[in-house]
T-cell receptor, first 117, second 113 residues
Framework: GAVVSQHPSWVICKSGTSVKIECRSL??????MFWYRQFPKQSLMLMAT?????????EQGVEKDKFLINHASLTLSTLTVTSAHPEDSSFYIC?????????????FGQGTRLTVV | GESVGLHLPTLSVQEGDNSIINCAYS??????FIWYKQESGKGPQFIID?????DKRQGQRVTVLLNKTVKHLSLQIAATQPGDSAVYFC????????????FGSGTRLQVQP
């Protein structure tokens, strides 16, 4: 299967700082990537859809200025949590689906555990 | 947000037994469904998928059943093993234009040796 890689796997940052999370599709091109957030013992909640070469589409209630998304190439999307606060601590997961298909599986990264202290 | 759960229901089974995990999906127009397995601290791992023009699909030790009449999806795991212990999520393709998956609330499977 295709591989999606996230970096870092975990990060601890101080309140008020910004953190960047990278999501790469290693062996396929992804015009669209998706960012999810998962709190403990809960499901994955879609935050935004990252579109290569254009603005991301954010879900209702997700602050676009807080969670900056950049999709600069067909294999890389980044999520930057700006001015992080303890309530931003969560597990962030990206996914990508191969270009050209709709009903195809989505491949997920291994996730990034963010802890804001 | 969608599909937020306050807690994860748990299914406990004995090693070697069959497991059935259920999921109710929300959109009758959804045309594609996937079951994912998530181990602690990891991203979701694909198990099996099914399109809405099917009602059953089998893989290795797993079977997915789709009942569109009642919007119900189930995952059957045969001869459950300790390595199957994880949280299982169903996901649906609600909006083909956006191609983002919407996840169900999840079920924790605990396999007792």
């Amino acid at each position: 299967g295709a591989v999606v890689s996230q970096h870092p796997s975990w990060v601890i940052c101080k309140s008020g700082t910004s953190v960047k999370i990278e999501c790469r599709s290693l062996d396929f091109q992804a015009t669209t990537m998706f960012w999810y957030r998962q709190f403990p013992k809960q499901s994955l909640m879609l935050m935004a859809t990252s579109n290569e070469g254009s603005k991301a589409t954010y879900e209702q209630g997700v602050e676009k200025d807080k969670f900056l998304i950049n999709h600069a190439s067909l294999t890389l999307s980044t999520l930057t949590v700006t001015s992080a606060h303890p309530e931003d601590s969560s597990f962030y997961i990206c996914s990508a689906r191969k270009a050209g298909g709709v009903n195809t599986e989505a491949f997920f990264g291994q996730g990034t555990r963010l802890t804001v202290v | 947000g969608e599909s937020v759960g306050l807690h994860l229901p748990t299914l406990s089974v004995q090693e070697g037994d069959n497991s059935i995990i259920n999921c109710a999906y929300s959109n009758s127009a959804s045309d594609y469904f996937i079951w994912y397995k998530q181990e602690s601290g990891k991203g979701p791992q694909f198990i099996i998928d099914i399109r809405s023009n099917m009602d059953k699909r089998q893989g290795q030790r797993v079977t997915v059943l789709l009942n569109k009449t009642v919007k119900h999806l189930s995952l059957q795991i045969a001869a459950t093993q300790p390595g199957d212990s994880a949280v299982y999520f169903c996901a649906e393709n609600k909006d083909t234009g956006r191609r983002a998956l919407t996840f169900g609330s999840g079920t924790r499977l605990q396999v007792q040796p």
